[in-house]
């Protein structure tokens, strides 16, 4: 595996582990639709801490979906795209996979299915 391959890897499995909890993904739900927020109004509308809500916040930021900024004496935190893109991305890729050998399943069966049937009535097990 190179190291394109395993940074890759890494970030998509920090960003997996990250959405995992139902916390962290209403946070993300919230930055997307909100903007620019600080913890403090986020907690608002969650049923956790600000503190809580600062080490989700720090998981989230960790696996690149969120980065936070100082404006003055507040931190205010963002939604950054590319990691969550970035993990899409790889999961389609999957899907594909994932169809291509279905469909070529499906294709062997397919074709396999009428020899079969044909080949049960003949030959020594088959019924005389």
Known sequence: MTDIHRDAGESVD????????????????LLAAQGEVTATALAAQLP?????V???LAVLDAAGLVSGGRVGREVRYAVRPAALDATARWM???AVDWDR??????R???AGAPDA????????????
Do not use: F
């Not at 956790?48 to 809580?52: E, I, L, M, T």
């Open 92 to 94: 389609a890729a999957l």
């Open 48 to 52: 956790v801490s600000r503190q809580a």
């Open 117 to 128: 049937a044909g080949e049960r009535g003949e030959g020594a097990g088959g019924p005389s």
């Open 14 to 29: 920090s960003v997996l582990v990250a959405l995992a909890d139902p916390t962290r993904r209403r946070l993300l739900e």
């Open 108 to 110: 062997v069966a397919e």
């Open 101 to 106: 050998r279905l469909a070529n399943i499906k």
């Open 54 to 56: 600062v080490k989700h």
